[in-house]
């Protein structure tokens, strides 16, 4: 009886008016956060995949990764969590306590948008809002799981690199929950650009460091041969782990996206937005989000993808987005890659610009990396999902234009998931077709004041990364050089 009065509720909300106003939107969305509690279990879409994932590589033997490969960056159970093909994965209930204090995050229709964009009535815009974290991200889903695994392995420190900070500033967090410290490399370019996010960090008591920095080899010799380096995710993931490997053991290393078990940790925000639009009435057509490492798009994705792989779910699509300035979807080759600059992580198989590659300044820090994830990768190697890349000009006019309706001010990656959501809306009204559009709302943008100062000065520039530097990036890929799994014939 509850439960049908609820949905009775809900409906009566949705019924009123076929384009909410305010009120009745954020009713909604209390309603249905009221209503949906956070999952005691993570899906994993490794076991619903028609075609394994290729495995990644040992960097010295070439061979598939066994679990002690990982053992001196990640905790047992982490390492068993990337490689199991389990479909559900049970949440730690000191995880969950943690998640609770902002999940479920809510599900909002952008009814104020839609009537800016003067959208027709069976075009829909909703999005998923993970910027209420403590972060302001949504990076801290499996920031709180990585720590809580670490400290229960018995780690006295935890390093790692961030990009835009949002990463960075999600692990410091949870590292204060379980009272573990935290080393974080931060892309310079990013460290000077956003000062208030080291606050951020270091007010939760960890510390934080420009990358390339003189703290590490690797580091010093990027200095060395170029003073001004602005750095890259590459450089900074190799500065964390030369710190984590040089500890004596006592220090392992987090990593905020691409991997699996990262990937995983993120569907928590699927899963609440399934029972989400359930509750509304409604299903999407499209699930759209930015892309850099792959973890949000995931996070959103990957659920309503299970569903289809399984046959419960049919004509859905999935779109990825992507800046035109760091391209690894729409530009990049799919071959074996390090992840890092220094060549010391294993070999992945994903859509990558070369580890070498340096990104230029664009103000979307968290998307400034030279690969995709490898699940991510493999499912658009399968034909299901697509891709685009945006200018950031273009993906900072859509997130302005989603402030001044919905009051919600976005981080410069989530730009790109709404200048998605934009265009799918627009190709939908021009055709004439019904569309209900759900994205990823990743995080907010307060501390992107500087970002958004520069667009609104109009001082943002444009960056179509060439194909020419892409193809001398490419030049240093394993993949590309006859490394592969199985290893090609000597025929």
């Not at 392992?252 to 691409?258: C, T």
């Not at 419960?312 to 729409?330: D, G, H, Q």
């Not at 995709?372 to 658009?380: G, Y």
Request: one cysteine or more.
């Amino acid at each position: 009886f509850f439960k049908q009065s609820l949905r009775m509720k809900v409906m009566h909300v949705m019924h009123h008016v076929l384009r909410p106003n305010a009120a009745a939107r954020r009713a909604f969305a209390a309603i249905a956060c009221d209503s949906v509690k956070v999952p005691k279990a993570w899906y994993n879409i490794q076991a619903d995949l028609k075609v394994p994932l290729p495995p990644p590589l040992h960097p010295g033997e070439l061979r598939p990764c066994l679990p002690d490969d990982f053992a001196p960056l990640f905790p047992m159970s982490l390492i068993q969590q990337e490689i199991s093909t389990e479909r559900y994965i049970d949440i730690p209930e000191p995880v969950r306590e943690v998640l609770e204090l902002w999940r479920p995050s809510p599900l909002f229709r952008a009814s104020r948008w839609e009537k800016a964009l003067k959208l027709p009535q069976d075009v829909k815009i909703f999005y998923k809002y993970e910027g209420g974290s403590p972060s302001g991200s949504h990076k801290t889903n499996t920031a709180v799981a990585q720590i809580f695994y670490n400290k229960e392995a018995g780690t006295k420190k935890v390093t790692t690199e961030t990009g835009a900070g949002q990463w960075g500033s999600a692990l410091a967090f949870s590292g204060a929950q379980f009272d573990l410290p935290v080393e974080v490399y931060q892309v310079k370019v990013s460290y000077e650009q956003k000062p208030y996010l080291k606050a951020f960090i270091e007010t939760c008591g960890a510390q934080i460091y420009p990358s390339p920095s003189h703290r590490t080899q690797y580091g010093a010799k990027v200095l060395q041969e170029d003073p001004a380096c602005p750095g890259s995710l590459g450089i900074a993931i190799s500065e964390a782990i030369e710190a984590c490997v040089t500890s004596g053991g006592t220090a392992k290393y987090a990593l905020g996206s691409v991997l699996s078990h990262v990937l995983m940790h993120q569907t928590v925000i699927g899963l609440e937005a399934i029972e989400q639009m359930e509750i509304s009435g409604e299903s999407p057509d499209v699930v759209v989000g930015c892309t850099g490492g792959g973890s949000n798009f995931a996070g959103i994705t990957f659920p309503f993808l299970g569903q289809k792989l399984r046959g419960e779910r049919n004509k859905i699509r999935f779109v990825a987005v992507e800046p035109a300035a760091c391209p690894s979807l729409t530009k990049g080759v799919y071959a074996y890659d390090f992840g890092d600059t220094a060549q010391m992580t294993p070999l992945i198989k994903a859509h990558t610009l070369g580890a070498a590659f340096i990104p230029p300044k664009v103000h979307s820090g968290g998307l400034r990396y030279h690969a995709m994830a490898p699940l991510i990768s493999h499912l658009k190697e399968l034909g299901e999902l697509e891709a685009r890349a945006v200018p950031q000009s273009a993906a900072f006019q859509a997130g302005a234009s989603f402030f001044q309706s919905e009051g919600i001010l976005p981080a410069p990656e989530a730009t790109h998931a709404i200048e998605g959501a934009l265009a799918e809306a627009k190709d939908a009204a021009s055709k004439g077709e019904p569309r209900s559009i759900l994205f990823n709302m990743c995080g907010h943008g307060h501390f992107d004041m500087a970002a958004w100062q520069k667009w609104s000065e109009g001082q943002l520039e444009d960056f179509d990364y060439p194909d020419e530097l892409v193809q001398e990036a490419l030049k240093s890929v394993p993949g590309l050089n006859g490394v592969d799994w199985p290893m090609p014939s000597a025929d």
